[in-house]
């Protein structure tokens, strides 16, 4: 019964388009001049299987075309004589909105492309997502946030784009390196010397306790791959090369959020400049005793405008050295 009623909805529907006189008379010749190849010696006569049911601003609209729009957008919906048509309205309007929006150019604007490339992206996705390989890279991320990876690194830089020839000679001269640790060089003199990380000259290549997701993957994939005291083969990043030295793996410690109070030493601090500031900072560690509220005291005192409009910083605890000496006094 829902089937015959839609049918016959489409069937009787002739042509409809901007100009209403012109498509009655063009919509049988677009309707007959649709033949299907045959065999010439068992069907001499030419097959519709596809009617044109409509042209809409001069495209035409097969049958099954509408049927197939309909159907998807109506699933929960009872088909009545009343609903096809006016869906077959709505259809009407949007095919004559796309047709303006053709004819203004609209389709060829960047904004328009972003978008529907964001569109198509989306409606890819769920095909070209694994599901068990996204299960085990869950797993995989669920057993390394049990544990932390102290680690040390030399980097040398390369782009990802870079040339082959690039990339071979990089390569090579970070194998010469490793060759050289694994002969008996220190790894940490090698970091200060060879790694192109700038804070390598400071902390030896030194990267202290990570977990999982907290570095880029291959690298992360190699720490935790590696044995504590042994040396990886190189890793490839987006970085450029990595040697990574595994220092220590720990049962995880989680993580602590913390605030601070900051007086600012001038750019070009000297051991006096620094010391200038104690008696301030002083004067907040004994309001902070005495029961001020600590956010009241980060409000007032605190020089880092970030975190003392909040009244409150998840940067870290960065007090001043000689605060440090006394927090735990403080938290006692």
Request: proline letters at 5%; hydrophobic letters at 35%.
């Amino acid at each position: 019964m829902t089937k015959s009623i839609l049918y016959s909805i489409l069937l009787s529907v002739a042509v409809i388009s901007q100009a209403p006189a012109q498509t009655q008379k063009s919509a049988p010749k677009k309707a007959t001049s649709a033949p299907v190849k045959t065999s010439k010696s068992t069907n001499p006569s030419p097959v519709l299987t596809d009617p044109i049911l409509m042209v809409v601003a001069g495209e035409s609209v097969p049958k099954s075309e509408f049927d197939r729009v309909f159907r998807k957008n109506n699933k929960d919906s009872v088909f009545t004589e009343a609903s096809v048509r006016e869906y077959l309205d709505l259809y009407i309007n949007y095919k004559l909105k796309v047709k303006e929006a053709e004819s203004l150019m609209m389709d060829t604007s960047e904004t328009f492309k972003n978008e529907l490339s964001g569109y198509n992206k989306q409606l890819a996705q769920p095909y070209l997502t694994d599901k068990e390989v996204s299960e085990n890279l869950v797993q995989e991320a669920y057993e390394r946030l049990g544990k932390d990876v102290k680690a040390s690194h030399i980097l040398l830089k390369l782009g990802p784009d870079a040339l082959p020839r690039d990339t071979v000679q990089t390569y090579n001269r970070i194998m010469k390196i490793r060759d050289m640790i694994m002969k008996g060089s220190d790894f940490g003199k090698m970091a200060r010397d060879s790694s192109e990380d700038p804070s390598a000259k400071e902390n030896n290549g030194e990267l202290g306790y990570f977990t999982g997701m907290q570095m880029v993957y291959p690298f992360e994939t190699a720490a935790y791959n590696t044995k504590p005291g042994t040396v990886s083969m190189p890793v490839r990043t987006r970085f450029g090369y990595h040697l990574i030295k595994v220092l220590d793996i720990r049962t995880a410690q989680g993580e602590i959020q913390t605030a601070h109070i900051m007086i600012r030493n001038p750019k070009e601090a000297n051991d006096s400049s620094m010391k200038a500031n104690e008696p301030r900072m002083n004067e907040v560690f004994q309001a902070l005793k005495s029961g001020m509220v600590w956010d009241s005291a980060v409000t007032m005192y605190s020089e880092d405008k970030g975190s003392a409009k909040k009244a409150v910083s998840f940067l870290g605890l960065v007090l001043e050295r000689w605060f440090l000496s006394s927090k735990k006094q403080l938290l006692g």
